[in-house]
């Protein structure tokens, strides 16, 4: 399938992923947003929402929008898998030359979808939205500081690169992600593993109106052991260095005490300063056994062919299939 590319100026096909958890009031006008701000643009486009399990009218919502329209689909999980399994949903059910991922709650500007459909066309392989104020509360603006950290520490992402939840990549880094068929989907990996031609546009942050934030601290925790141990091995090397740092300093330790006491053997060897370093070296070694433990737990899962997602039902447009990997799987219907 074709890339939007400078050198083109037919219709192309965008599709809009949704990943949606207690939307039902926000939903409706940011899918309004979307089909004003594509009205002005010279491209098709599609809406896939993807209901991750929510606990009030959501899927309903998402029904009720997209009946009589043929170019929105609906997914709706059998549990709740998580923002990163909902976007891995929709974009696998997704067909456009370009695929947007944003948000449901209405704080990302749906209507400035033409900065990054621009950069997109003007040769960037991903756009990432960058907001100058950030309209969320304290926790989630810590939340997103470790999460940029990690990901220079951890990805090699550029420093001045930002990376949001709302982005537009071209169908071949679509399909690169697509090929991830893991249980710990962690998107911004993904995408900075594909490719390196990815650029920043500004765009305005709302305040949210509706409701709060999904996530919980629980949540973010996840999300960022998802991002290191699925896609870096820097963790491990850090543990290891620290385990020889630590074991030298202890027998360099041992050699002071032996030397202190041949010296002077009236110097009792302090006891609280022996426990002191026993729970210290003690607590570091289990800090990185547990380390090692959550790499081969999560390897362990994913060997049993754990799901990214599991889909209960789809709108009439949409009908799902279970792949080799055992991820059900959603396809636009002909």
Known sequence: MESINSNDNQMKL???????????????????????????????????????????????????????????????????????????????????????????????????VGKLLSAVKDGADVCYARYEHKQHSSFRNFGSFVNEKMAQWLLEKPK?????????????????????????????GLVLRSTKNIVNVDVNHRARKIGQSGYSFKKLLNLWLNGFTSFSVKPLRLATMLGAIFAGAGFLYGIYTIIKKLVNPDVPVGFSAMMCAIIFFGGM??????????????????????????IRDTTGNLEIHRTEAGIIDAEQKN
């Open 14 to 112: 965008v599709s809009f992923v949704l990943p949606c958890y207690c939307s039902e009031k926000t939903l409706p006008g940011v899918v309004a947003e979307i089909d004003a701000a594509m009205e002005r643009l010279p491209y098709r486009h599609e809406i896939i929402m993807v209901n991750d399990c929510s606990k009030d009218g959501t899927w309903q919502t998402i029904r009720d929008l997209c009946r009589d329209h043929a170019q929105r689909f609906g997914i709706t999980f059998a549990r709740n898998f998580g923002q990163h399994a909902a976007l891995m949903a929709g974009i696998r059910a997704a067909k456009g030359d370009v695929v947007v991922c944003l948000d449901d709650d209405g704080q990302t500007p749906a209507d400035e």
């Open 160 to 188: 001045d690169l930002y990376l949001s939840s709302y982005f537009a990549m071209r169908r071949f880094v679509a399909d690169e992600v697509c090929r991830y068929n893991n249980s710990y989907a962690y998107l911004p």
């Open 285 to 310: 070694l289990m800090l990185m056994v547990g380390m090692v433990g959550e790499y081969v737990g999560r390897t362990f899962i994913s060997s049993n062919s754990a799901p990214q997602f599991v």
